[in-house]
């Protein structure tokens, strides 16, 4: 069964801390790997996309990976912002569906000043 | 640039009552229009996707209807709305053709809340 998990489910950090969220997949066969940054009661926003042959990308701040191998991604948020505060949520996109996304249940992540 | 609008941003209906939310792209042609619902501590469930005007595919059995009638229009229905149907809705899209690498862009959603 196609599944994504995340972890932690939420976190809290200092402002200016660094963090690092997991995901972990079973989807088969795999396309990409997407995460999205979601403010509380808006719609989720993209941060980056990575195929198999990517193992590595970065948007400003977040950095996210990804080990095809092991089936796991991190995304990593350096020097945290109030504004990181948010749910973060990673996506797995199978070759043989491309219209069906599987999300993951997200990171709610709480940066406190 | 591409823009999604999407309304209303909140809705409280009885149970029983229709509804009707839409959702409109602008600055693209031809765009793949999705329909997701969120419910609280769970991943986003696709409702309904389309790949062109009329084209409509439903990706779970309920009482929810979606409709395309312009290429960037897309309306999700209700005749009778039920409690279950309670939920944070949104609206995306995505370039047209099989999306491999192409990102979601989302509208800022609808809070309904069925009393």
């Known amino acids: 069964k196609n599944q994504v998990e995340q972890s932690p489910q939420s976190l809290i950090i200092l402002e200016g801390k660094n963090c690092t969220l997991q995901c972990n997949y079973t989807v088969s066969p795999f396309s990409n790997l997407r995460w999205y940054k979601q403010d509380t009661g808006r719609g989720p926003v993209s941060l980056t996309i990575?195929?198999?042959?990517?193992n590595t990308k970065s948007n400003g701040r977040y950095t996210a990976t990804l080990d095809a191998d092991t089936k796991q991604s991190s995304l990593h948020i350096t020097a945290s912002q109030l504004s990181d505060s948010a749910s973060y949520i990673c996506v797995v996109s199978a070759m043989d569906s491309s219209y069906k996304l599987i999300f993951g249940s997200g990171t709610r992540l709480l940066v406190r000043p | 640039s591409q823009t999604i609008h999407q309304w209303p941003a909140t809705l409280v209906q009885p149970v029983g009552s229709p509804l009707s939310l839409e959702c409109t792209v602008e600055g693209t042609s031809n765009p793949n229009l999705y329909w997701y619902r969120q419910a609280a501590g769970r991943g986003l469930q696709l409702l309904f996707y389309?790949?062109?005007?009329?084209?409509i595919s439903s990706e779970v059995p309920q009482n929810l209807s979606a409709s395309r009638p312009q290429d960037r229009q897309f309306i999700l229905s209700s005749k009778k709305l039920l409690l279950s149907d309670s939920g944070f809705y949104l609206c995306?899209?995505?370039?047209?053709?099989?999306?491999?690498?192409?990102?979601?862009?989302f509208g800022n959603g609808t809070r309904l809340t069925v009393t």
């Open positions: 990575m195929t198999f042959s990517e």
């Open positions: 995306a899209w995505s370039l047209g053709g099989f999306p491999y690498n192409s990102p979601l862009h």
């Open positions: 389309s790949v062109g005007i009329g084209q």
